[in-house]
């Protein structure tokens, strides 16, 4: 089968031919037909990020089953399905308290084993969901960045319970505009932020249509808006979908008194800012990473239903084999979504 391979540490990988996988207990091979571009493959294409090389990369897919392993019930040869990338082990204190996201011995489809940047993959049955007739492939893909907004989301429970709150989000990259939605859907007012480089890509337009506001941070000042937005109170909630150090301080300093600061970037670098701002305003903070089975579920229903949209965020479609012009419009930053058709 045809794979994208990424062999080795620093720049380049291959496209090439490679043996389709043998199932074994559990499993299943999908025969790919769309597979998401994630912010966090580009790391891993561009060899900066430590795999276990060689690794064909790609975990938001969606496909046909083709074969099913020993063991398999609930799936057959031409089921429709989507896949979360989290494999959990299924027995330590996390997996068996339904946080397998955080589990000791985790595996991620792409990322630790071969993923879907090919024309088939194989992963275990509990982590496939069968995607309805009139869901296509594309919006089967999409479910994963769909998910990791979720977790959060999810998490600022009660903090976000009325139409008079105040979410901001930072970062119109897929997983902020899925926030965008998902906090609307909860009924937040929602301001979304934007940095450099976000209005060539189209990215702060597509937030215009799921935020009430939109405020480019390289042209205006975010904490003077925020306050003319909400007449001097300041937001309930930021939620951070950039993992970019100056939004710290930025978040902080625009939550009113009490409010929640709800993380989902993933920082690389350590970050300087004033812990006594959160202090002094009793500002509650937490972070969440990836998500569970039962969240990607719930996302694909929300998908399926149209309470979520996907479509819009697919700026890009590429054949398998044109993956060196998928990672040029990556590099030109100039893309929202890409996906690839093996
Ligand atoms: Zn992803
Ligand atoms: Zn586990």
Known sequence: MLAVVKEHQGPGFSLRDVPTPSLRYGDVLVRVRSVGICGSDVPILAGTRAVPWPLIPGHEFAGDVAEVGPGVDGFKAGDRVTSCLVIGCGNCRFCVSGAENLCDHLVETGIHVNGAFAEY????????????????????????????????????????????????????????????????????CVISVGADGDEAAGRLALASKFADHVIDSSK???????????????????????????????????????????????????????????????????????????????????????????EPLVTHRFALSEIDRAWEVIQAKRSIKIMLHP
């Open 121 to 188: 993959v194989r992963v275990p049955a509990k982590t496939l969901l069968k995607l309805r007739d009139g869901t296509s492939y594309d919006v089967g893909a999409s479910i994963d960045p769909v998910a990791s907004a979720w977790r959060t989301v999810k998490a600022l429970g009660s903090a976000l319970i009325s139409p008079l709150d105040t979410a901001v989000v930072f970062g119109p990259g897929p997983i902020g505009l899925y926030a965008a939605q998902l906090l609307k859907l909860r009924g937040a």
């Open 220 to 310: 205006e000042s975010v904490a003077e808006r925020v306050a003319e937005i909400t007449n001097g109170r300041g937001a309930d909630a930021v939620q951070d979908c950039t993992g970019a150090p100056p939004v710290v301080d930025c978040a902080l300093n625009v939550l009113r008194p009490c409010g929640t600061f709800a993380i989902t970037g993933l920082f690389h670098r350590p970050v300087e800012t004033n812990l006594g701002r959160i202090t002094r305003a009793e500002i509650k903070v937490f972070g969440t990473i990836c998500y569970t089975r039962r969240e990607f579920a719930e996302c694909l229903e929300m998908v399926e239903r149209g309470q979520v949209v996907t």
